[in-house]
């Protein structure tokens, strides 16, 4: 079996420096060559979709590319993480060692959150971020701020990522698509730049991972897309051909 270093090697000589890749070269296809740098996007799904493996993705193929990265995880601490990323063969742990991706933990065992409190983490993660040396920023999930926090205050943080990708960061965020009524999240759709549904499918007797580019901003032609995959310990992301899945 090929290492990820070798099935993602075409990364390295990637001309187009407008392009975040995911570094695996199937899924960049099924994304115009990947999502735009500069760009909101919004991954939104239901529990066990494969929305935090397909960040792992990316934040793979960003380091790969030299971009600093920010986590923001209420999944995650910094070691499962890095145990995560090691079962899909993505080993980060260099990157994370020398600094160029860092992981901040949201969810604080015995930390009790109000309204006041979590208006107040949002508004420093925007003064942080505009702050950081980081130009892709990930944040996996939003679900849990907006337990705490009224839906205004989560919209206004859209609004204000938007603000900074205007100035060259490159934000993706995670959302269960429960967490908001629909026209709370028909507003954030539209502020943002791309916008990918994720979804799970009991295919030939087997559940697989369903991946549908509503929008992505300059590239009319992927919308549409339904990219089916499977996570293999050991290997990552592994696209199934939609001929091949409906068997």
Known sequence: MASSDDANSSILDMPDKTILSTGNSELDKKLADGLPLGSLNLIEGE??????????????????????????STENTSKSFLSQMESMSLDISDY???????VFPMHVVGFEWTKEKMQGTLERMITYMEQSKAQVIVIDSLTLFTEYAKQDTVL?????CKNLVDHGKTILITLHTYAFVEDSLVRI????????????????????????????????????????FEVHPGYGIKIIPISVAKV
Request: with cysteine; proline share 0%.
């Open 47 to 72: 529990n066990d979709t494969g929305k935090s493996v397909l960040t792992q993705q990316i934040i793979w193929g960003a380091l790969k590319q030299g971009f600093n990265v920010d986590l923001f």
């Open 96 to 102: 994370f060692a020398w600094g160029y991706l860092r």
């Open 156 to 160: 206004t943080f859209f609004t204000n």
């Open 189 to 228: 759709r539209s502020i943002c730049d791309a916008h990918l549904f994720m979804k799970k499918a009991l295919v030939g007797g087997k559940y697989v991972m369903m991946l549908e580019v509503v929008k992505v901003r300059g590239a009319r032609k992927t919308t549409g897309n339904i990219i089916s």
